[in-house]
């Protein structure tokens, strides 16, 4: 596990090849098994297709339009492939709670289902990202998606696939730098 824990990284670019179906339910299937205070079970997936790739590829285009990108063949391209590459696209939500301890403690629960699937996919060389960029707080994601914002939110979008490049490890701090004693 330390291995795995050390080696796995956030992967960035992949290639359009397809990773099997099965591999990546089973592994959202076991990523449920992160910690959950309560046991609220707070977490939904949205398997993306092709079809709402590309109505997301077009949101991600406008939302760079609007902060004054210049969008030309190049940039299309870019977030052509930053969106349809992954194998697999997966819409992670939270169900809302009106209590705001649950709600954080959710929201606890849903980072640690989302380092589950990082490290259950790693060891079968496929790699993942959770990307929490601007794309999820627009409106229209939650339309394109259907995905009733009255019920649950948006808390990223997960990139599954095989990778294209990994980066090296980038350091961590020494225990001794951050850990402190108490009587």
Known sequence: MNDVIKSRRTIHEYLPK??????????????????????????????????????????????????????????????KKKILNPSHLVIITQNLSPDPVTEKEDYANIACVVYNISLLLWPHGIGSKWSTGPIIKRPEIYKICGINPQIERIEGLIRMGYPDKIKAPIARPELNTILKRLP
């Open 18 to 79: 397809k990773v099997d179906e099965n591999l990546i339910l089973n592994t959202l299937q076991t990523s449920l098994w992160a910690p959950n205070h309560k046991l609220t079970n707070p977490t939904r997936f949205y398997m993306v297709g092709v079809e709402k790739r590309m109505e997301l590829v077009d949101l991600a285009l406008k939302i760079k339009s609007e902060k004054g990108f210049d969008v030309n063949v190049e940039l299309v391209g870019k977030v």
